[in-house]
C-alpha cells in the first residue's frame, strides 16, 4: 500500500483552523481586538471630540511683527502654524485639517499700514466663523485703540475654499485600529507561543514530520484572518453608523486591510520576543505593555503628535503605530494609494526586519 508523503502545506492549514478557533473562543481575544476599540469609536463618534482650537496657518513671507499677528499670537484658541510649506497649507486646507491661513503685508505709500489676507475652508466653518468673531474683535481694538478717529491700522481681506469636512472620526478610527492590531499581535501572539511551549504542545509537535515554518505560519495565519475581520467590522460600523471617510470606497477598504496584514506582522514580531522572554503566563502582561502603552499613548490615537512638547516628538515618530496610523488616515481620508504612503511602509519594513532579529534571538521552542 502507498503511502501519501506527508504534507505540511495541508498541516499548516490545520493549525491555522485550530488556531482560529482558538481565537474567537478567547474573551480577552475579541475585547481587546474588537470590543475596546468600538468603545472609543463610540464615545468619540457621538460626542465628537473635546475642547474647541483653530488651526491657522501663517503663509511664508508674512509679517509677523504686526499688531494683528502678535495679537492673534496670545489668543489661547487660535493655533498659528508656521512650518509647513505654501503647498502643504493649501493641501491641509482643502482636506479641513487647517481651519484658515492668513497673511499679513505691509502696505507701502499708502494706509492702512498693513493687509491682512485669509483664506477660510467651507470644509471648516464652523471654525471658520469663530476665527472671524476673533478678528473682527482684534481689527476693532487695534483701529480704534480705544477712540474712534484714528484711521485704521490694518484693512481685513476674507475668501474661502470648497474642502471635504474632516470629522473626529476620521482621525480616531485608524487609531483605533491600530490599537487592535497592536493588542492582537503583541499580546495574541505572546500567550499562545508560552502556552504552548509551557504545555510541550511545541515539544510533542517536533515528534511529527511537521516542519517549524508550519506552526509559525499556521498561527500566522489564524490571526490575520481574525485581525482583517475585525477591521473589517470596524471600519464598517464607522462608515455606517458615523459617517467615516472612504474616498475610494472598497477601493480604499482594501488599502487598509492590506495596511492592517504589514501592521500585524510587524506587531506580531514584538509578540515573539516577549514569549520569548517571559518565563510565565503572569511576566507577559507587565512586559507586552511596555511595548504596547508607549505605542498608544505617543502614535497619535487619540490626537495628533504635533501637540506633544518638541523633545517628545522624534520619539513618537521613531514608533511603528505612528507609521501606520498616518497611513491608515492618508489612505482614507486623502484617497491615498499605497504607492504615496511608501514612506510609511518602508518605515514599517524596517521595523520588520528589526524586531524579527531580535525575535530569533529570544525566541524560545522549549
Known amino acids: 500500500?502507498?503511502?501519501?508523503?506527508?504534507?505540511?502545506?495541508?498541516?499548516?492549514?490545520?493549525?491555522?483552523?485550530?488556531?482560529?478557533?482558538?481565537?474567537?473562543?478567547?474573551?480577552?481575544?475579541?475585547?481587546?481586538?474588537?470590543?475596546?476599540?468600538?468603545?472609543?469609536?463610540?464615545?468619540?463618534?457621538?460626542i465628537g471630540g473635546g475642547g474647541i482650537t483653530v488651526d491657522v496657518g501663517v503663509?511664508?513671507?508674512?509679517?509677523?511683527q504686526n499688531p494683528v499677528y502678535q495679537t492673534l499670537k496670545h489668543i489661547k484658541v487660535v493655533n498659528l502654524i508656521e512650518t509647513e510649506t505654501a503647498a502643504e497649507m493649501k493641501a491641509e486646507l482643502d482636506k479641513g485639517r487647517l481651519d484658515a491661513i492668513i497673511n499679513v503685508h505691509k502696505n507701502t505709500g499708502h494706509l492702512p499700514p498693513f493687509t491682512v489676507?485669509?483664506?477660510?475652508?467651507?470644509?471648516?466653518?464652523?471654525?471658520?466663523?469663530?476665527?472671524?468673531?476673533?478678528?473682527?474683535s482684534v481689527f476693532y481694538q487695534i483701529n480704534t485703540k480705544g477712540n474712534n478717529t484714528p484711521p485704521p491700522v490694518a484693512e481685513l481681506r476674507e475668501a474661502t475654499v470648497t474642502g471635504r469636512v474632516y470629522k473626529t472620526i476620521d482621525f480616531i478610527l485608524p487609531g483605533q485600529l491600530g490599537f487592535s492590531l497592536l493588542s492582537?499581535?503583541?499580546?495574541?501572539?505572546?500567550?499562545?507561543?508560552?502556552?504552548?511551549?509551557?504545555?510541550?504542545?511545541?515539544?510533542?509537535?517536533?515528534a511529527t514530520p511537521v516542519k517549524r515554518y508550519s506552526i509559525v505560519l499556521g498561527e500566522a495565519i489564524a490571526r490575520i484572518?481574525?485581525?482583517?475581520?475585525?477591521?473589517?467590522?470596524?471600519?464598517?460600523?464607522?462608515?455606517?453608523?458615523?459617517?467615516?471617510t472612504l474616498v475610494h470606497g472598497v477601493t480604499t477598504v482594501l488599502n487598509m486591510l492590506l495596511l492592517s496584514v504589514i501592521g500585524l506582522i510587524v506587531f506580531m514580531g514584538f509578540g515573539f520576543v516577549v514569549s520569548g522572554i517571559a518565563k510565565t503566563e503572569s511576566t507577559i502582561p507587565p512586559i507586552a505593555n511596555m511595548i504596547t502603552l508607549p505605542q498608544f499613548l505617543l502614535s497619535g490615537t487619540f490626537f495628533s503628535i504635533n501637540v506633544f512638547p518638541a523633545w517628545?516628538?522624534?520619539?513618537?515618530?521613531?514608533?511603528?503605530?505612528?507609521?501606520?496610523?498616518?497611513?491608515?488616515?492618508?489612505?482614507?481620508?486623502?484617497?491615498?494609494?499605497?504607492?504615496?504612503?511608501?514612506?510609511?511602509?518602508?518605515?514599517?519594513?524596517?521595523?520588520?526586519?528589526i524586531v524579527y532579529s531580535v525575535a530569533v534571538k529570544t525566541f524560545k521552542w522549549e
Open 1 to 46: 500500500m502507498n503511502q501519501q508523503p506527508y504534507s505540511n502545506f495541508k498541516a499548516t492549514l490545520a493549525i491555522a483552523k485550530a488556531s482560529f478557533r482558538s481565537i474567537i473562543r478567547s474573551p480577552s481575544a475579541v475585547v481587546f481586538s474588537l470590543a475596546f476599540p468600538l468603545i472609543f469609536i463610540l464615545v468619540f463618534g457621538f
Open 59 to 64: 503663509a511664508k513671507g508674512s509679517d509677523t
Open 117 to 136: 489676507d485669509v483664506l477660510y475652508t467651507k470644509a471648516s466653518m464652523d471654525k471658520g466663523n469663530i476665527l472671524k468673531s476673533l478678528l473682527t
Open 184 to 206: 492582537s499581535g503583541v499580546f495574541g501572539t505572546a500567550f499562545v507561543f508560552l502556552s504552548l511551549r509551557i504545555t510541550l504542545v511545541l515539544k510533542r509537535f517536533f
Open 225 to 244: 484572518i481574525f485581525s482583517l475581520l475585525g477591521a473589517l467590522f470596524i471600519i464598517m460600523i464607522g462608515r455606517f453608523a458615523f459617517g467615516f
Open 312 to 353: 517628545l516628538q522624534p520619539i513618537s515618530r521613531a514608533l511603528p503605530l505612528t507609521y501606520l496610523n498616518d497611513a491608515m488616515r492618508k489612505v482614507a481620508f486623502e484617497g491615498a494609494s499605497l504607492l504615496d504612503v511608501s514612506h510609511q511602509i518602508l518605515i514599517l519594513f524596517v521595523w520588520i526586519v
